[in-house]
């Protein structure tokens, strides 16, 4: 099954931007549909984003929309996630996930704080 | 967007109990309804998909049914493992969502 592993995090001043990487292996990316999904600290989960097999299809949680971008590179089985504009409430894990069949990776934290 | 509520928020329970968890989406949605299970500090596992279908490996105790805008997740005999906080997520369209989650402790 695949396994997928978030990178990226780390410390952020509130307005900057992050991007983050998620590299899977066990299986070519290119046969899989992709989210990103966060958590803040003691928190419930929160679907963010999905980028279709090929990458010709994109969708975003209504808040989220224009303030992050979903990309995928197939060549490097690869999937990432642009944040623009952070703010502190943007502090949460983020986990990169495959659409069917789900698998799940151990997230990254970020942390917006000045 | 399709918002979903569980009920309740939070559950105590002894270990042998049976449990029940409501889901209920704001409009009426397909069957595609799954259920996850997280433990502190872990991932979501994905227990439950298309409302009822069984993730392979997860033990039977695990009963989801529903359909329309309600939905739930039964744990027939609960097992000290099953402590744990528990969600619901659609995938009827985008943007998908998750419910707030229950939470099951132990009594």
């Known amino acids: 099954q695949a396994q997928l592993v978030e990178s990226g995090g780390g410390v952020v001043r509130p307005g900057g931007s992050l991007r983050l990487s998620c590299a899977v292996s066990?299986?070519?990316?290119?046969?899989?549909?992709l989210h990103w999904i966060r958590q803040a600290p003691g928190k419930g989960l929160e679907w963010m984003a999905f980028i279709s097999k090929d990458g010709s299809t994109e969708h975003y949680a209504d808040s989220l929309k224009g303030r992050i971008t979903i990309s995928r590179d197939n060549s490097r089985d690869t999937l990432f996630l642009q944040m623009n504009s952070l703010r502190v409430d943007d502090t949460a894990v983020y986990y990169c996930a495959t659409d069917w069949p789900v698998n799940w990776g151990q997230g990254t934290l970020v942390t917006v704080s000045s | 967007a399709i918002q979903l509520t569980q009920s309740p928020s939070s559950l105590s329970a002894s270990v042998g109990d049976r449990v029940t968890i409501s889901c209920r989406a704001s409009q009426a949605i397909s069957s595609c309804l799954n259920w996850y299970q997280q433990r502190p500090e872990k991932p979501p596992k994905l227990l439950i998909y298309h409302t009822s279908t069984l993730e392979s490996g997860v033990p039977s105790r695990f009963v989801g049914s529903g359909s329309g805008t309600d939905f739930t997740l039964t744990i027939s005999s609960l097992q000290p493992e099953d402590f744990a906080t528990y969600y619901c997520q659609h995938c009827n369209s985008y943007p998908y969502s998750f419910g707030p989650g229950t939470k099951l402790e132990m009594k």
């Open positions: 066990r299986v070519s990316l290119s046969n899989y549909g």
